[in-house]
């Protein structure tokens, strides 16, 4: 007799637990066989059998499962390759005590499962994330796209991740701006040394030192690249108010288009996204959500927002949903991220006004006769 054969002739005992010690049982009890069979190399029907049995009673408690018992089923199959694929998602879903175990090191969580958890949990979830040992190329490149502070953090901590060149000049890039990642990336294995020179740029006395020591440095090519640096945030200060700091490369722009079809599968491209875009300094993805919710072409979103028109902007989210109660924030994120301000005259703001009076679809019709208007050929 198989061990499987053997639990189920047990089962009709245990498939009505009344008591959290009765649940307790049947779970660790399934999975005390599961282990013992998969050890003892029992056969893949068997072991089959099994499996989809976990998973079936786990389901059926989970909605009454105590959380502490969640958290011990979690750490019993967080290293589990035999743990039923539903069921460790679900845990990696959980609350994050439960869920940091599975995410950390269960071999059963696919590349797709570990992007999921970064667009539907918390973000601590994420952080686990990118701790994650040999975290998968994909799934770096979306957490280096969302660049959320502590995520990227925490991913530039990680040194077993498959992070490629193209990906740590990114994380260079932006460790310009997030100061936490400067101490990982100097330590980071498999920083050349064209990035070290960029680092060099913008760390503090510390981590320069610790670059030099690392590196054969030619200091007079340092004091070239910290001189462009300077010039370069000197340029930017000067900027004209035609010229924006939000001008993506075709890359760029292709990895935009990748997350946000990835929202919008995951049915998580909603008009919230746009402000947390904002907020996160991405103007560029900003417009690209707002054209893919709005069904306007990225080319009107360009020609709305550059033309610094309110009446503009404020017919493109009517379109889309967003409250007006929103529209003073998103405005001056705008604003701020484009260094100029949008034109706000008193006829502007009837404008507005007038614009989040009118249903959706009228919007959008109002939205691109203006545009047409304003993308015109002069003649």
């Not at 967080?78 to 694929?85: I, L, N």
């Not at 959320?148 to 701006?177: C, F, H, K, W, Y």
């Not at 904002?278 to 009107?300: I, M, P, T």
Request: aromatic share 4%; charged share 25%.
């Amino acid at each position: 007799m198989t061990a499987a054969q053997a639990f189920l002739d047990e089962l009709p005992s245990l498939t009505a637990p009344r008591t959290m010690g009765d649940r307790e049982r049947l779970l660790m009890g399934v999975v005390d066989l599961c282990d013992r069979a998969n050890r003892a190399g029992e056969p893949l029907s068997s072991r089959a059998e099994i499996n989809g049995l976990l998973q079936d009673i786990f389901l059926n408690l989970i909605a009454s499962a105590e959380r502490d018992l969640r958290r011990r089923l979690a750490e019993r199959l967080s290293s589990a390759s035999w743990a039923p694929h539903g069921l460790v998602t679900i845990l990696a879903l959980d609350e994050i005590e439960i869920a940091r175990p599975v995410i950390a090191t269960s071999p059963v969580l696919t590349e797709n499962d570990l992007l999921r958890v970064l667009i539907e949990a918390t973000l601590e979830h994420q952080i686990e994330v990118a701790r994650r040992p040999d975290l998968p190329s994909r799934v770096v490149d979306a957490i280096i796209e969302e660049s959320q502070p502590l995520v990227m953090a925490a991913l530039a901590d990680n040194q077993t991740a498959e992070v490629g060149i193209a990906q740590l000049t990114r994380m260079v890039a932006a460790s310009r701006r997030l100061a936490a990642l400067r101490s990982s990336l100097v330590r980071h294995p498999k920083l050349t040394v064209d990035l070290a020179y960029a680092l060099y740029a913008w760390v503090g006395e510390t981590l320069r030192s610790a670059i030099v020591a690392r590196y054969r440095i030619d200091e007079d090519k340092l004091r070239e690249i910290i001189a462009a640096v300077v010039r370069d945030q000197r340029a930017g200060e000067d900027q004209t108010p035609r010229q924006t700091p939000d001008v993506p490369s075709q890359s760029e722009l292709d990895l935009e288009q990748q997350l946000i079809s990835k929202l919008d599968a995951a049915g998580q491209l909603r008009p919230g996204y746009l402000l947390r875009a904002l907020r996160e300094g991405k103007l560029s993805l900003f417009k690209a959500s707002l054209a893919r919710l709005s069904g306007f072409s990225r080319d009107a979103i360009d020609a709305a927002i550059e033309s610094g028109r309110a009446d503009l902007l404020a017919l493109a989210c009517a379109t889309v949903g967003i409250d007006r109660s929103v529209f003073p924030t998103l405005q001056r994120l705008i604003t701020d991220l484009m260094g100029r301000r949008i034109i706000t005259s008193p006829a502007t703001q009837g404008d507005v006004i007038a614009a989040f009076s009118e249903p959706p679809e009228s919007a959008a019709r109002i939205f691109r006769e203006r545009v047409a208007r304003l993308m015109r050929p002069a003649v």
